[in-house]
């Protein structure tokens, strides 16, 4: 049975930090490109960041593009998000979510990603 757990979200005011972590059990890692997706209640899931398998590729949503980096530790089973120079807009569920792929899609979509976590809610207070 896969299991994606999610961990690191928080309060943390305007211009503040977070780094959130994912891991990941009960399929092979290193098999699949991994990507953060966020939805406020009401709203769409977004799109964050997309991961390869070997960390060759990474894609961004341009709403976090240069403030946000996506990691991943395939010895340690785990992905990472930092998040930078925060702002009341990206207060989100954050969800980690796996995609049996080699790379990321040029787009990075809700629809081809295989496996979810429950997410972990991020709040940037103004």
């Known amino acids: 049975q896969v299991q994606v757990v999610e961990s690191g979200g928080g309060l943390v005011q305007a211009g503040g930090s977070l780094r959130l972590s994912c891991t990941v059990s009960g399929l092979t890692f290193g098999d699949y490109a991994m990507g953060w997706f966020r939805q406020a209640p009401g709203k769409e899931r977004e799109g964050v960041a997309c991961?390869?398998?070997?960390?060759?590729?990474?894609r961004y949503a341009d709403s976090v593009k240069g403030r946000f980096t996506i990691s991943r530790d395939n010895r340690k089973i785990t992905l990472y998000l930092q998040m930078n120079s925060l702002k009341p807009e990206d207060t989100d569920m954050y969800y980690c979510a796996a995609f049996r792929s080699n790379d990321c899609s040029s787009r990075i979509r809700e629809w081809e990603y295989n496996y979810w976590g429950l997410g972990t809610q991020v709040t940037v207070s103004s």
């Open positions: 991961i390869s398998r070997g960390s060759t590729t990474t």
